[in-house]
């Protein structure tokens, strides 16, 4: 069983389209978070949920917005996407409400390619 | 704000001969220390990490890491590398009272050549 699944793997699209990707855990963990890693494969943090409410909210264009139906998924949605979108997106999952320290479970990504 | 230093941004190294990843850190509060690893088009995966206690470490697959708090480091080494080491290893932070925010370096690639 996947712990931390995303759908779709790969995802190459136009620049000006609406995108969504999707991310579901199955570990019961209370936190979620999104990664967005470069070309370069620098990871950095975008997002993360807390029992369906948002905590962190890094520097992110507010294209990108994250929905969470319920604490096992983790949604990101995209708007109006440019090329320097073109990366790959990274789900995670942590097991307590702000739990420091605590191990975060990636799930295998999610290449998106703007054209 | 932390930070994360990864000097190395490639090593090779020979099958079965030791390797040491250096990482160094910078914050001006108590962190916890990860180290990830990263296989070709897959996810991360845990190694090791720190918390408190004992300053060695040690992780999944033969990897440990010493928390060095003088030296702000934590080195990520390994006796003996085998092949299917080869990989991407992410060091990474987070610090106390942010909501286990993960601060990562910009990753070592690790090629093990026979």
């Known amino acids: 069983d996947t712990a931390v699944s995303q759908t779709p793997k790969y995802l190459v699209t136009q620049m000006g389209n609406d995108k969504s990707i999707k991310c579901e855990q199955n570990l019961g963990h209370d936190t979620m978070y999104w990664y967005k890693q470069d070309s370069k494969k620098f990871l950095k943090i975008m997002f993360s949920y807390n029992n369906k409410e948002l905590i962190i909210n890094e520097t992110v264009p507010n294209r990108f917005s994250p929905k969470s139906p319920d604490k096992a998924h983790l949604n990101l949605h995209i708007n109006s996407l440019e090329l320097g979108d073109s990366a790959v997106y990274f789900c995670?999952?942590?097991?307590?409400?702000?739990?420091?320290?605590?191990?975060?479970?990636f799930g295998p990504g999610t290449r998106l390619t703007v054209l | 704000a932390q930070s994360v230093t990864q000097l190395d941004s490639q090593v090779p190294v020979f099958e079965e001969a030791p390797v040491e990843l250096r990482c160094n850190y910078s914050?001006?509060?108590?962190?916890?220390l990860f180290w990830y690893v990263q296989y070709p088009n897959q996810g991360l995966q845990l190694l090791l990490k720190?918390?408190?206690?004992?300053?060695l470490v040690k992780g999944i697959n033969g990897f440990e890491a010493e928390f060095n708090k003088s030296q702000t480091s934590f080195h990520l080494r390994k006796p003996s590398v085998h092949i299917s080491d080869t990989a991407e290893y992410f060091c990474?932070?987070?610090?106390?009272?942010?909501?286990?925010?993960?601060?990562f370096g910009t990753g070592t690639q690790l090629k093990v050549e026979l």
């Open positions: 914050s001006s509060v108590s962190v916890y």
């Open positions: 995670a999952s942590s097991q307590r409400l702000a739990g420091e320290g605590d191990t975060q479970y």
């Open positions: 720190y918390l408190s206690g004992s300053t």
């Open positions: 990474a932070v987070s610090r106390t009272g942010g909501g286990n925010k993960l601060t």
